[in-house]
């Protein structure tokens, strides 16, 4: 199985701040990632595809980058509703594996 | 636009099997551009992936489960299925459905609002 490493697993922010949450894979996954933005009791929503691709209607202040086995999620400048936890998604090689989540608070 | 329902009983005994059923609407499961998986979220905690199937039937497990999960499908109805047998209260979870993309690159797209499972005589 790929394992996905993510962190930090929490962080205290405040709004304008520049955030990157980091997924590190056990092997390489070429760009076969997602990054998703989870709410309190919703459904995740994909931000990120094909590891930097960004979702139509998804703020151009989310991007992604990486290749291989380090990937990052920026947000530029946080804003109040981007807290949430964050996940990546490896959907390289069966089991898809995802990194434990970020969760993103109001400093 | 697709969209995704997932339905089951809320509640379920130990021991029992539980099933859930997703409904697909906007668009067919029978295409051969995307497979259809389920992810499970117990409270408080992370992800995980159960499995998917295209519609053909073909399908995958995660080997933490594949002992007692079948996922299938019913290309008629539109609608794709989780069975997961002998439930413990660890299954306690949110249960999704997705549609994901056949290439190996674009990962999930479009997800069900979930159901809330609990596992408890």
């Known amino acids: 199985d790929i394992q996905m490493t993510q962190s930090p697993s929490s962080l205290s922010a405040s709004v304008g701040d520049r955030l990157t949450i980091t997924c590190r894979a056990s092997?390489?996954?070429?760009?076969?990632l997602g990054w998703y933005q989870q709410k309190p009791g919703k459904a995740p929503k994909r931000l990120i595809y094909a590891a930097s691709s960004l979702q139509s209607g998804v703020p151009s202040r989310f991007s992604g980058s990486g290749s291989g086995t380090e990937f990052t999620l920026t947000i530029s400048s946080l804003q109040p509703e981007d807290f949430a936890t964050y996940y990546c998604?490896?959907?390289?090689?069966?089991?898809?594996?995802f990194g434990q989540g970020t969760k993103v608070e109001i400093k | 636009q697709l969209q995704l329902q997932e339905s089951g009983p809320g509640l379920v005994k130990p021991s029992e099997t539980l099933s859930l059923t997703c409904t697909v609407s906007?668009?067919?499961?029978?295409?051969?551009?995307?497979?259809w998986d389920w992810i499970r979220q117990p409270p408080g905690k992370g992800l995980e992936w159960i499995g998917t199937?295209?519609?053909?039937?073909?399908?995958f497990y995660n080997p933490s489960l594949k002992s007692r999960v079948n996922i299938f499908v019913d290309t008629s109805k539109n609608q794709f299925s989780l069975r997961l047998s002998s439930v413990t209260a660890a299954d306690t979870a949110v249960y999704y459905c997705?549609?994901?993309?056949?290439?190996?690159?674009?990962?999930?797209?479009?997800w069900g609002q979930g159901t809330t499972i609990t596992v408890s005589s």
């Open positions: 997705a549609r994901r993309d056949y290439d190996p690159n674009y990962g999930m797209d479009v």
């Open positions: 199937i295209f519609y053909t039937g073909r399908d």
């Open positions: 092997q390489g996954i070429r760009n076969d």
């Open positions: 906007g668009g067919s499961i029978s295409s051969s551009s995307y497979y």
């Open positions: 998604l490896q959907h390289n090689s069966y089991p898809l594996t």
